[in-house]
């Protein structure tokens, strides 16, 4: 499935197993801010670690290959949030522009569809310490041309980042991104 068609899907989609706090933060024709609060139990490193190793762990419904084993996330300035393709193709998600190891990561770019719309984004990532583990503090700020407006994909582009970080909580508490622990 595309990602065109998966973040249309989103709401059908979603089925979060613990409760994160997901906002829309401020949504318009031209810009849009979305925060995502996810409370992780394991050290910071093992999520930061996980974060990392997206492939495992990100939604194949969210990709353009179908496969989320495709996808890579080199955690370095200039680094690449990128996806092979069949044939020799690919997709550069985003560009990692701010690293510091088990405390924040931010990229750039526009996800999925918003690549050919005319916007780009900042999506950050704060890996809070926690007595019980961490808070995962996503946010994703977004500004630029988009046909119909913004705000009319805010809802469902903040579903599918939600969903994605329910998936790295399940991925790190249990082994397994569908919340199941693995045998």
């Known amino acids: ?70 996808l890579k996330l080199t955690a370095a300035p200039g680094g690449c949030f990128c996806e092979t393709l069949p044939d020799g193709g690919g997709v550069l998600h985003m560009t990692v522009v701010n690293v510091a190891p088990n405390r924040r990561l931010t990229m750039a770019g526009a996800l999925g569809p918003l690549q050919p719309t005319g916007v780009t984004g900042a999506l950050s990532l704060s890996f809070v310490a926690k007595p019980s583990g961490i808070e995962l503090v996503m946010t994703y700020n977004v500004g630029g041309y988009y046909p119909q407006g913004l705000q009319t994909v805010a809802g469902s582009v903040d579903e599918v980042l939600t969903h994605q970080m329910q998936r790295l909580k399940s991925f790190v508490e249990t082994g397994n991104p569908e919340g199941k622990p693995n045998p």
């Open 1 to 70: 499935m595309s990602l065109h068609r998966a973040y249309g899907l989103a709401t059908g989609l979603l089925l979060l197993t613990t409760a994160a706090d997901a906002d829309v933060v401020e949504a318009n024709a031209t810009s849009m801010s979305l925060r995502t609060i996810v409370e992780i139990h394991a050290p910071v490193a093992k999520v930061y670690d996980a974060f990392v190793q997206i492939g495992r762990w990100w939604d194949k419904e969210h990709t353009y290959s179908g496969d989320s084993a495709n």
